[in-house]
């Protein structure tokens, strides 16, 4: 089946968005699961999470690792933790390690080719890349030495108010939907997502978010509701930003949910992980009821302990203090509950192989 004869069009996402009505809410969720079933089928695959560094040169307002946020000790991990991460990733099965990090171009380009290198040399592993923006020669650099995927959300489609949340460098306007197409240029299988109910996010945004979607053929969506952070100006000062009530898209689970099903509906093909936002709002249950909406990925923390609670993001990140191996064992099981089965092989995106 093709992408469009299952795609919901902008009043459909809209009437989804906001419904009050169960039942409506309740055949979004049996769609969402369907069509994840038909499309990526029940095979569930693990990514090994590990967050390299929380340097940060940008001041997002809504992000707890902001480089104004003093508070938060900066480390970078050695590549020798890296690749003991890498090795616990072997042994449980997982067939993609995700590199994520805050965006420092301290954190040498030349350095993570060397990693990305020294995993591929050691390993089948896929390797998907989460290091923000960068120069076009970096992605470059680290697709030649090997890496497969590249996630850069772009947070939100309406340009003032990713302006306003996500200040430009000097002299450097951040466009990420240009990057983005340049990502897919350099041979990268893309994933990009929003942020939902960001103070100041309208409800036309977010149609128009995730018609996107759909419209950057996207082979990976992450989406999770906004968590404020307490050490941040956009949870200091929201009164600033929110909108009148009705129009202001709210930062709950449940709408974390709803955007998770629609892009299933309107991304049949693509890998869309059970985010860490979701659990960290719902408990053990946010990640089932991802699954169960519309999600095939999950995504194990594989970082040290001594380093989580510095890569806190939002706050009570999702057990942000758990050891790698519970981690791991935790999800296992509860994907085995759900009656779904551990994917095998690296999880490349069946969206680059449609042939509809
Ligand atoms: N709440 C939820 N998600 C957040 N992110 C950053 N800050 C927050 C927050 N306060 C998300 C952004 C980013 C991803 C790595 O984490 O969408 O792209």
Redesign the pocket.
Known sequence: MSTSCTSPDRNQIRHWLTTTNPHDLDELWRQADAVRRQHVGDAVHLRGLVEVSNRCTRN?L???IRLANSKVPRYLMTTEEILDCTRIAVEAGFGTLVL?AGEDESVAASWIAEVISAIKRDTDLAITL?LGERDEADYRLWREAGADRYLL?F?TGDDKLFDTIHPSLPGRRSDRLALLGLLRETGYEVGS???VGIPGQSFDSLVADIERFGSLDLDMI?V??????PD?PLAQHSERFLLADGEQVPNTVEMGYRVLALARLICPRANIPSTT?LATLDGPAGRELGLQRGANIVMPNLTPQKYRRMYE??PAKAASTEAAEQSIAGALSQIRALGRTIGSGRGDSPNLLKDC
């Open positions: 997002c809504y992000c707890g994520q989460s959300r947070e997502g929003i942020l992450g999770g509701p906004y968590i404020p952070h941040t936002a993001i939002y």
